[in-house]
């Protein structure tokens, strides 16, 4: 398998069939039927043309949607990130079964996500249509000490193949580099001292992993140190964050993140494709503040909100694909709308949407993108929930910024009520002690228990009536 080998010539040595389905490729609803279920935007689901990227490697033809499965929906309604309920296996078949029609050939997982249950039912939904029509992402997520040995790390790499009923992975990434306190240390520790890369650099020549590459977070010494050894390595891709806000302002926002612009720039002269996470920013840039809300529905009346974050991440020309979680059906129609096929901003576009990035960073949110790695507390402390319910009063109106303010009393009411309502008592924020376990989790290396006790300060002082 050594050397640029096509596509069609791996599959004819696994005996999987020389081409890809027309299905997968082409889409159907090739009449462009207006699709019903799009709750977030008046436009229909595409034209059944879905935009593809080249992969230069391989000539992989990728869908610019790729779905991203760390939300698959449980039998409660909810999505499988946030609870141990039950997978609704049959909601997960009809979503994969209408991403395929429609194009969708990329779908992510992770041996960590769904609490662990991602990558089982994902391999039932997939394993229903012909291993040839759809490429498989998935993770070393060896992020525990406990993972880190070799036989850990290469049990959890070989669960992965068992779970996703495959025999090869299409693109196989090392997670998370860069988080953690010291990121080289923990990259060292979970890939190199142990000898696993070199592992997966063997099954990548073998062919038992198409392409190899890696998901940063964090820490840009990693990332920087993980280019300079491309000679060496040959990254096949690289998924980084990348959105409107983080492209200029990712630093602002938080002072260990890299701004996109640096990492896909860095990509790009290199010729190492892009593969783009959180291109909504943990959902923040579909539940804006309504001034900016009324600023992107005058541009563009029929199109949501979310539509433009993933138009602007698709433009990038060096994009392979763009993740996207997608837990219900009217989440997946809208990004078809998106991307079937991509309308790429213009320059006029695109400062536009930089002036907008401009504003939303005059609202002090926290940069939480949910995921739930800083769970689960010691102390039972709802972290996430906790800062998202700040950020949602932030992007309402309904953090005052002093008795005085014109709106306060609804806004204390509005902010109170809501907090009791999605965080129960013995969950909120004045149960941190500040013990800090959470914060080497978090990759957005947010300050959690210096925010939990801002938050605290905040609503005691909304109780009391003492906010000044």
């Known amino acids: 398998m050594k050397g640029n080998i096509t596509r069609r010539d791996f599959l004819k040595r696994f005996g999987l069939g020389a081409s890809l389905t027309g299905l997968a490729l082409a889409g159907c609803d090739s009449a462009g039927n207006k699709l019903s279920g799009n709750q977030n935007s008046s436009m229909p689901a595409g034209d059944g043309k879905m935009t593809y990227r080249i992969n230069p490697k391989t000539k992989d033809k990728v869908s610019i949607l790729g779905y991203g499965c760390m939300r698959w929906p449980t039998k409660s309604g909810d999505s499988a990130r946030d609870n141990e309920d039950e997978i609704d ?70 669960n992965s193949l068992k ?17 953690g306190e010291d990121g080289m240390d923990t990259f060292n520790k979970r890939y ?139 989440h997946l129609m809208d990004n078809l709308a998106s991307y079937s096929p991509l309308k790429p901003l213009d320059d006029e576009e695109l400062a536009f949407l930089y002036e907008t990035a401009d504003l939303m960073m005059q609202y002090p949110t926290i940069p939480c993108n949910d995921c739930k790695y800083c769970m689960p507390c010691p102390y039972g402390i709802d972290i996430p929930t906790i800062l998202l319910h700040y950020n949602k009063c932030i992007n309402e109106g309904n953090v005052p910024a002093s008795s005085q303010s014109e709106n306060y009393r609804e806004a204390r009411r509005a902010f109170l009520v809501g907090y009791d309502r999605s965080v129960p008592k013995l969950r909120q924020a004045n149960h941190c002690i500040g013990c800090g376990q959470c914060a080497p989790h978090c990759p957005q290396s947010i300050d959690i228990p210096g925010e939990l006790h801002k938050i605290d300060g905040f609503v005691e002082k909304l109780k009391q009536g003492t906010l000044s």
């Open 89 to 158: 296996q049959e909601t997960v078949n009809d979503l994969v079964d209408t991403a395929i029609a429609h194009g969708v050939n990329y779908f992510d997982t992770s041996p960590a996500y769904c609490k662990g249950r991602s990558e089982h039912a994902t391999g039932i939904a997939l394993s229903r249509h012909p291993r040839e029509s759809y490429y498989i992402a998935t993770k070393l997520s060896n992020f525990s000490p406990s993972t880190w040995s070799r036989e850990a790390s290469l049990a959890m790499y070989r």
């Open 163 to 179: 779970e996703l009923q495959t025999d090869y992975i299409d693109y196989m990434l090392l997670h998370g580099i860069g988080m």
């Open 192 to 330: 190199i001292d142990n000898g696993v890369l070199d592992f997966l650099l063997k099954e990548r020549e073998e062919g038992r992993i198409r392409n190899l590459g890696f998901s940063y977070h964090g820490d840009v010494k990693v990332f920087d140190y993980l280019l300079s050894q491309h000679d060496k390595y040959k990254w096949d891709f690289v998924q980084i964050q990348l959105n409107y806000v983080d492209w200029k302002h990712a630093k602002e926002v938080n002072e260990r993140n890299t701004n996109a612009e640096y990492l896909y720039g860095e990509l790009a002269k290199r010729g190492i494709p892009a593969v783009i996470m959180e291109p909504l920013l943990g959902g923040r840039l579909s539940n804006v503040p309504d001034h900016i809300v009324a600023r992107l529905k005058q541009r563009e009346p029929e199109r949501s909100v979310a539509s433009w974050a993933f138009r602007y991440a698709g433009t990038h020309p060096d994009v392979l694909t763009v993740l996207s979680g997608m837990t219900y059906k009217e």
